[in-house]
């Protein structure tokens, strides 16, 4: 069983809609949480990032961490074609450094 | 301004070959990392450099190595190629080691074909 893991999809919404996305994970020793997107033939990049329980919001991204469930979200309200990407979920804690565990990715498809 | 560029883009070549990926950052940050990505799109990192010093080092065949020059550029030489190393390698570089909240900023990613 993966450390991480998330629903590879693809999860297809029409545009305007919520895509929500979520990772649950083992170690409760993860203290950071992070999102990153990553578009075809490119490099991940960070989206939003956590430190604990809580909520972000960031525009049109919120992020949410249940640590208690052990459990993470990234909401992405009114999707536009161009949110269509591969979401990656990551999470680390301080004496691991920057040793980030990434989940699988869950592909999103926002239908115009 | 490409922040983290990677070189080649693409490597096509023969098994039991040996080639090298070069990575560079022009952001300043001291901190690098090699991660593999496979077909599956679990990225899983494989080698971190801090300011020239190797800080992660995972369970990799030693076929692997990484060569850091300067904290600007890290470099993945592999020996012998095998066909289970075809792969996506990603270079990321980061501020800082140690708290775990430095983000990582990720290149495009060299695309290895082991024939």
């Known amino acids: 069983q993966k450390e991480v893991e998330q629903d590879p999809g693809p999860l297809s919404v029409p545009e305007g809609a919520i895509v929500s996305l979520n990772c649950t994970y083992s170690?409760?020793?993860?203290?950071?949480f992070m999102w990153y997107r990553q578009y075809s033939r490119k490099g991940p990049e960070l989206l939003m990032y956590?430190?604990?329980?809580g909520n972000k919001e960031d525009g049109r991204f919120t992020a949410q961490v249940d640590k208690s469930s052990k459990y993470i979200s990234l909401f992405i309200r009114d999707s536009q074609p161009s949110d269509s990407a591969t979401y990656l979920c990551?999470?680390?804690?301080?004496?691991?450094?920057?040793?980030?565990?990434f989940g699988g990715g869950t592909r999103v498809l926002v239908k115009p | 301004d490409t922040a983290v560029s990677q070189t080649p883009k693409y490597l096509v070549t023969q098994m039991g070959n040996d080639k090298s990926i070069k990575c560079e950052q022009n952001l300043g940050h001291d901190t690098m990392y090699w991660y593999k990505q496979d077909s599956k799109k679990f990225l899983k990192i494989m080698f971190s450099?801090?300011?020239?010093?190797?800080?992660i080092n995972e369970t990799v065949p030693n076929r692997f190595s990484p060569k850091s020059p300067d904290k600007a550029h890290l470099n993945l030489h592999i020996n012998s190629l095998e066909l289970g190393d075809s792969a996506v390698y990603f270079c990321?570089?980061?501020?800082?080691?140690?708290?775990?909240?430095?983000?990582?900023?990720f290149g495009d990613g060299t695309r290895l074909s082991i024939l």
């Open positions: 170690n409760s020793a993860f203290q950071y």
């Open positions: 990551a999470m680390n804690f301080k004496a691991a450094g920057n040793k980030l565990t």
């Open positions: 956590t430190y604990s329980s």
């Open positions: 450099y801090n300011n020239k010093e190797l800080i």
């Open positions: 990321a570089s980061s501020q800082g080691i140690g708290t775990g909240d430095q983000p990582q900023h």
